[in-house]
Every structure is written in C-alpha cells, then in structure tokens.
C-alpha cells in the first residue's frame, strides 16, 4: 500500500469558548475539550484512512493551561504513523485571547483509532509519510509510544482477570 503524506490528514478546527462551555473558574469544562479532542482525531484518521474508524485508545490527555471563556479555542490533529490497521494521530490545544492575539498551548494527546472496512473489521491503512521536522520527531518516537501501548493494554488485560 502507498503511503501518503501526513499534511493530508492535518485537520483545524477553532470554536469560540461561551459561557455553557465553561465551569464555575469561567473555563472551559475539561470534559468538552475531550470530546473536541476526540472529534477532530476521528476526522484527521478517516482522511488518512479513508475508511470509517473508531477511537482504540487515548494515551494521554496533558492539560497545560486553561481555556478561558471568551477566548478561541484551536485543536490542530495529524495522523503521526500506523501500524497495520490502526493510526496514533497528535492533537495540540491551543488559546487565543481574541482582544491581544496572545496564543497558548493548552492541551497535547495521543490517540489511536482503528480504520474499519466493510465488514466492520478493523483493515489495512496506508504508511505515514513524514515531511516537516515536526511531523519527522512525532513519526520517529511513535514506535516507543506503540510499544508503551501494548505492554499497558497486557498490564490492563491482566489485572482483569
């Protein structure tokens, strides 16, 4: 299967943070900023994919800063690498006060998706093909974030029994 380059499932999506979306410090609810989070990784992994996909796993979730009420949120995703069947895709949370132009960055992930083919079955997606210097490091340190997954996912499996 040919690879494709990772600015083709770079994905952008910007909102801006309104009283509902905010708890009582007037930021905005953690939980709203996992859903977004979850939302554009899906879009960034079916245009790599171009298959329907579901969400395997989130590594992790690092809140760095708040997201005040008033200001834009902006979440940018990017499919880093596959594995077969499976895309861990990076999704950076940033601010902006609209009133200085002061950007933050606010959240970082990682999240694995499966794509799925017709039958349902998780199925085959192209190779990652890094470009930027940006693109290259996510690439390159994803087999140790892949490794990290599945020595958890056996730890998990374990203590359930």
Not at 1 to 24: F, I, Q, Y
């Amino acid at each position: 299967m040919e690879g494709k380059p990772a600015r083709l499932s770079r994905t952008v999506m910007t909102d801006l943070v309104l009283p509902p979306d905010t708890n009582n410090h007037g930021t905005v609810f953690g939980g709203n900023v996992m859903a977004y989070i979850d939302k554009i990784a899906s879009i960034a992994s079916m245009r790599h994919a171009r298959k329907p996909v579901v969400t395997a796993s989130s590594d992790s979730l690092d809140f760095l800063k708040p997201v005040k009420i008033g200001e834009a949120i902006r979440l940018e995703a990017f499919v880093t690498w596959t594995h077969n069947t499976s895309m861990e895709v990076y999704v950076k949370v940033e601010s902006e006060n609209l009133m200085t132009g002061e950007v933050n960055v606010t959240a970082t992930s990682y999240l694995t998706f499966v794509a799925l083919g017709s039958d349902g079955r998780p199925t085959q997606v192209p190779p990652v093909i890094p470009e930027t210097e940006e693109e290259k490091w996510h690439y390159e340190t994803a087999p140790a974030r892949y490794e990290m997954r599945k020595q958890r996912k056996l730890e998990r499996m374990k203590g359930s029994r």
